[in-house]
């Protein structure tokens, strides 16, 4: 599971890891910095395997990693000539081919009767609309759609992306349409309600587990697997999954920052018509107000929609 400014991104890493130093080190936590006592019953320490789920392929994976790279797009410029690019294709297929995950609650999942549904699957709709054709969602696996060479199975990617400098290397990147921060979350079953209780450093104390979707790591604890008690995802996952009664808290302050765009693989067919009318189309939306109605729908309220940094 995105979708990042490098300052920001490092100073707010080096906050939840001053949070987890050992007491006695002088480093602030986010508990003490909020008035909580270390004594207190809240704060003892915990018993639990220094393990933390992880979806495949993600920015989380990257941080527990110590490989994270964030970057922000390319300069975009309107090319000279829409000849043979991917843009004239799709319009006259009359169709824009979009990958997202159906797992990935609130940004994209299936109703019952096999519809979509989620932010990113709103956000979607909307870029076709205003290209002037229809969007057609297909599920790919997370670390398929970000593996690249896509080899014309799909146009976009619509999933909450993190611009990173390894990715860059694949795709294309539009202007972010949202930014999340990531966190941390623990079960409910493990009494862990502050990172101050955690028995092990992080990112480097801990082992990092996978599952196709950080949806999986949710999924996992609620069916009670005694080696799973901590997840890293997007807030707006660990939002979604509290609010429907999954057995899961959130925990400590924001990880790290994500920008997420819209996606194009870049060994695909020319594409820089395409990605100057969707980047146009993410512009216009976030300038008339259509991303932060979309916003406040799926997250509970909130406009994720503004660009933190203020830039």
């Known amino acids: 599971m995105n979708h990042l400014r490098l300052g920001a991104t490092v100073l707010a890493s080096m906050m939840l890891v001053a949070a987890c130093t050992p007491a006695g080190s002088g480093s602030a936590s986010p508990s003490s910095a909020a008035g909580s006592s270390a004594a207190s019953p809240s704060n003892a320490t915990a018993d639990i395997p220094a393990v933390v789920c992880v979806g495949e392929a993600t920015t989380y994976l990257d941080w527990l990693n110590g490989d994270l790279k964030p970057d ?102 539009n202007q972010p349409y949202y930014y999340t921060p990531a966190y941390m979350a623990a079960s409910t079953r493990s009494g862990v309600t502050s990172v101050d209780q955690l028995p092990f450093d992080l990112p480097s104390g801990v082992e990092a587990v996978t599952r196709p979707t950080d949806s999986n790591c949710v999924e996992d604890i609620k069916a009670n697997r005694p080696e799973f008690d901590l997840l890293i995802t997007s807030g707006t996952v660990i939002d979604a999954a509290v609010t429907s009664g999954q057995p899961i808290v959130k925990i400590g302050e924001p990880i790290f920052q994500e920008n997420l765009a819209v996606a194009i693989d870049k060994s695909g067919p020319t594409h820089a018509a395409l990605l100057f009318e969707i980047d146009k189309a993410i512009g216009e939306m976030h300038a008339d107000g259509t991303l932060t109605t979309l916003s406040e729908k799926w997250f509970e309220g909130e406009d994720l929609t503004q660009d933190p940094s203020g830039g």
């Open 72 to 173: 922000t797009q390319d300069a975009i410029t309107e090319p000279s000539s829409t000849t043979g690019d991917l843009l004239e294709t799709i319009k006259q297929r009359g169709k824009l081919a979009i990958a997202t995950d159906a797992n990935y609650e609130p940004q994209s999942f299936r109703k019952p009767d096999g519809s979509w549904q989620g932010f990113d699957i709103d956000v979607g709709t909307e870029i076709a609309k205003r290209l002037g054709v229809t969007a057609e969602f297909q599920h790919q696996e997370w670390d398929i759609i970000t593996a690249g060479s896509w080899s014309g199975r799909w146009d976009i990617s619509v999933g909450s992306m993190t611009i990173t400098t390894g990715r860059k290397d694949l795709f294309s990147f």
